[in-house]
């Protein structure tokens, strides 16, 4: 499906059916000048196309911010809508579920922690090179504030610990992930028995919260314990997180399957010695998505890599 330079008729109630390819890209790319390229058009069409698409919704659709667009509050409402309708379009005219994922053309978004891009994207990457080379997958990190980003279309696919918890989204739960510490090479943590009263008193301890928060499961166990540690801040990243730890005799916490980029800086992954809850590694989804062959390709890569990471851990 694509928009030609030439004006098609409308479609039934006058509405000309091409613009919601060209707004579903213009939205994905937030740019005249690339969404023409993926459209295969000038950029003065494009922009002729643009200013269709603004008359036909009676909203501006994308507005400049410096020197970005960036969409209009309409436009956030519709954007999940728009991309259902051409999704569903899609599958229309597709010769089956079964497509050839090497003809298609899209761009899929997987919204996770740093640690979930750190450890899926090269092997999706080049699995995408390979299956479906069309297909580009964009990573966006989690925000400090919890947002609709499945049901608003911002993303395809939440990966990792999911929080999402809009009723209608699809929620896969595929393995139990645990919590480890994690200490520069050297640490005197390291030596002896490492007892939950040493793990509290004989180390400072460095959190990894979106939101900036300074307490955690950890603490609740501890405290269970009477038992209470001294955080001395946060960051925003697990990867972030590693960079201070190599640096200082700090200790924090890592996901198990962060432990190749903990190899790969030189630290020390530990067992902690509390009783901590499991972590719940999965998948989520907006339904709009169930009968789409490219993200059902998307949510079978990736549930193939978590499970070859689950036979590591």
């Known amino acids: 499906m694509r928009v030609t330079q030439s004006e098609s008729p409308p479609g039934p109630g006058g509405v000309d059916l091409n613009l919601l390819v060209a707004l579903d890209v213009l939205l994905e790319e937030q740019s005249v000048g690339a969404a023409a390229r993926r459209m295969h058009l000038s950029e003065p069409a494009m922009s ?17 911010a410096g020197r970005q667009m960036v969409p209009t509050p309409h436009a956030l409402v519709v954007r999940a809508e728009v991309s259902a309708v051409v999704e569903r379009a899609r599958a229309l005219f597709a010769p089956g579920r079964d497509a050839d994922l090497a003809t298609v053309r899209r761009t899929l978004t997987i ?7 750190a450890t899926l994207a090269p092997a999706l990457f080049a699995r995408a090179a390979a299956e479906a080379p069309g297909v580009r997958v964009r990573f966006l990190a989690e925000s400090h504030a919890d947002e609709p980003y499945l049901r608003e279309g911002t993303a395809d696919l939440e990966v990792g610990v999911v929080d999402t918890v809009a009723p209608e989204v699809h929620v896969e739960t595929l393995r139990e992930d645990r919590m480890l510490g994690a200490v520069r090479a050297g640490h005197p943590l390291l030596e002896g028995e490492l007892t939950a009263a040493r793990f509290a008193s004989e180390v400072d301890h460095l959190i990894v919260s979106r939101r900036g928060r300074l307490h955690g499961p950890v603490d609740a166990a501890l405290a269970e314990l009477g038992l209470k540690r001294r955080v001395v801040g946060t960051v925003g990243t697990f990867p972030a997180s590693l960079f201070v730890l190599r640096e200082t005799d700090l200790t924090g916490l ?11 800086l030189g630290l020390v992954a530990y067992d902690i010695p509390l009783r901590l809850p499991p972590l ?13 062959p490219a993200h059902a390709w998307l949510r079978r890569a990736v549930r193939e890599l978590l499970a070859a990471w689950s036979g590591g851990a």
């Open 111 to 117: 919204i996770g922690s740093d640690a979930v891009a």
């Open 280 to 292: 719940e590694v999965g998948l989520a989804w907006h339904p709009r998505h169930d009968a789409d």
């Open 48 to 64: 002729r196309t643009l200013g269709r698409i603004r008359k036909a919704l009676g909203d501006p659709v994308l507005v400049r």
């Open 254 to 264: 890592i996901t198990s399957w962060s432990l190749p980029l903990v190899t790969a």
